[in-house]
């Protein structure tokens, strides 16, 4: 596998249910993203992780919960979702900003959610 | 807070040159940055520049800055059918702030035959 992973690419779960989104990357960055893609609004940041530490929330309301257990790996658990929060999420990595020469983010293809 | 603006739709012939524009409005703004995207996938990091810079070519992308005004542009020449998607400006801060990129609302390019 290269680049940034994400797992699964669909889903659809009611709103009592608790899943969760998976990403990988494989770039060797230790900076990680989730990032909210709403029909005709901009891409919105959600969480920000540098090595492994939270240093981003966007005012994410509490049923998403993110965790990064090591550089590599970035998981969004879901619990008691609205229908609004239907969307596609978006992980991505980078470099430390100002650790390395060029911090440019890359993204994973997304997993499409659907809560009914 | 800032922002980014971008037209929403844009339509050329294939083999045209497309040019996609972006306004933004923070002044500290390091890094900016095109991404594509194509229906069902992630965003695909096309080329960046940083502010110092006024131009960048890379192949049959070349990137325009005026930092003076503000604005961004990308443009795309002999533009193909593979190049019909959604294209997103981004902008970065600088310093501990750099990996907080703020995104326009996209460009649709339809390349039509």
């Known amino acids: 596998e290269t680049g940034v992973t994400q797992t699964p690419r669909h889903l659809v779960m009611g709103m009592t249910n608790k899943k969760s989104l998976k990403c990988e990357q494989h770039l060797g960055h230790n900076a990680m993203y989730w990032y909210k893609q709403s029909a005709k609004k901009p891409l919105e940041l959600m969480f920000v992780y540098n090595f492994k530490e939270q240093t981003e929330n966007n005012s994410v309301p509490s049923r998403f919960s993110p965790e990064c257990p090591n550089s590599s790996h970035l998981f969004l658990h879901l619990h008691t979702l609205q229908p609004e929060d239907s969307a596609l999420y978006l992980c991505a990595s980078s470099h430390i900003p100002g650790l390395e020469s060029s911090y440019e983010q890359y993204f994973g293809p997304g997993t499409r959610l659907t809560v009914t | 807070g800032e922002d980014v603006e971008q037209s929403l739709f844009l339509s050329v012939r294939e083999g045209d040159s497309s040019v996609i524009n972006c306004t933004y409005t923070d002044s500290s703004s390091t890094y900016l940055y095109w991404y594509k995207q194509e229906p069902g996938a992630g965003l695909q990091l096309l080329t960046y520049?940083?502010?110092?810079?006024d131009m960048k070519q890379d192949q049959r992308l070349t990137v325009l800055l005026n930092k003076k005004d503000k604005h961004l542009s990308l443009r795309i020449a002999d533009t193909q059918t593979g190049d019909s998607a959604i294209y997103f400006c981004?902008?970065?801060?600088?310093?501990?702030?750099?990996?907080?990129?703020?995104f326009g609302t996209g460009t649709q390019l339809k390349v039509e035959l």
């Open positions: 981004a902008e970065s801060p600088a310093g501990g702030g750099g990996n907080k990129l703020t």
């Open positions: 520049i940083f502010s110092n810079m």
